[in-house]
């Protein structure tokens, strides 16, 4: 997968050039989205974003179902499944699966809940509902017509830059933003320092990305291939990790056995720390983790309100 050009995050004549064509995809997924969507016999909470990836959605699922848990649900997760083997519809097993088989995120995922793989997402709830779960959450899918969601959950974050607010490929917008947000059942909005102008106070739940983790080494070499890796390395520096170098991999990247060599050998040059996000940790052999330190955050939000939010909606 590309990386994230950087005239998605500003305004730019590139992006203006290119937005006859995001007006061109846009009309294609509000179209998509008109599509009859078959319902499942169980409620379905949708965690999505409006942009292209790196807006904080897979924290807020493993949130969500502990908090689900907590109250006597049974959830179960859907995903596609971003750089697998392309199941039709398969439960993670962290005993036989691997980041090769069904993707890096599956993996984190299948720890805090069943979850399950496949492109199908009705396909998929018709094998958790009969698994035992009592609830679904799709890990994306917000743009995803194949199942009808009871709950739109829409994560964004303050972090980064929304100064360009065009559709793919002019901009990181994956639908029309207005149209978008008129979608939404919740807005998660993490790491604002003030409410946006856009977001619906009533719809509205307001958090803040931490770690209770602290640098334990002087130095540390930062890498990361997910949607938006700056707002890692931020992460890190307001943290006061002293990160001496940064290196920024696509999304879902998948790190050859040279890439890896050559990350081992910079930190062993330089003395430093290897540090990554959990998401890309999963993706290395297990001789190869002990070297590496993932960065563990979780989401200080009010999960009670989340989730009375959704199911009063329901």
Aim: aromatic letters at 10%; a positive charge; proline letters at 6%.
């Amino acid at each position: 997968m590309m990386k994230a050009p950087k005239f998605w995050y500003k305004k730019s004549i590139l992006s203006l050039l290119l937005s006859p064509f995001g007006w061109i995809y846009g009309v294609m997924v509000w179209c998509r989205l008109k599509k009859s969507q078959p319902k499942l016999g169980v409620p379905v909470l949708c965690v999505g974003n409006l942009t292209l990836g790196g807006s904080g959605k897979t924290p807020v699922v493993i949130g969500l179902v502990q908090a689900l848990k907590q109250q006597g649900h049974v959830p179960h997760i859907l995903t596609r499944g971003y750089g697998g083997k392309g199941w039709q519809s398969v439960q993670v097993d962290l005993k036989k699966h691997t980041a090769d088989d069904v993707g890096d995120e599956p993996i984190l995922l299948a720890s805090y809940a069943p979850t399950w793989v496949g492109g199908n997402r009705y396909a998929s709830g018709q094998r958790a509902i009969k698994a035992g779960a009592t609830i679904l959450v799709m890990d994306d899918g917000l743009q995803n017509p194949s199942l009808y969601q009871d709950i739109k959950i829409g994560v964004f974050d303050g972090s980064i830059p929304m100064n360009n607010i065009c559709t793919f490929p002019a901009g990181p917008l994956r639908e029309n933003f207005s149209k978008g947000l008129k979608r939404l059942d919740i807005m998660v909005l993490l790491n604002f320092e003030e409410q946006p102008i856009w977001a619906d106070s009533d719809r509205c739940v307001i958090g803040q990305t931490v770690t209770d983790q602290q640098p334990e080494f002087s130095s540390y070499i930062a890498f990361a291939g997910i949607g938006y890796p700056d707002k890692f390395f931020n992460f890190l520096d307001k943290m006061r990790f002293n990160v001496i170098e940064r290196l920024s991999f696509p999304d879902h990247h998948v790190y050859t056995c040279q890439e890896i060599e050559v990350l081992l050998e910079k930190a062993k040059i330089q003395q430093a720390q290897l540090i990554t996000t959990e998401k890309d940790l999963v993706k290395f052999p297990k001789n190869v983790k002990k070297n590496i330190q993932p960065l563990k955050i979780r989401l200080e939000l009010d999960w009670t309100e989340i989730v009375n939010k959704a199911l009063k909606k329901n």
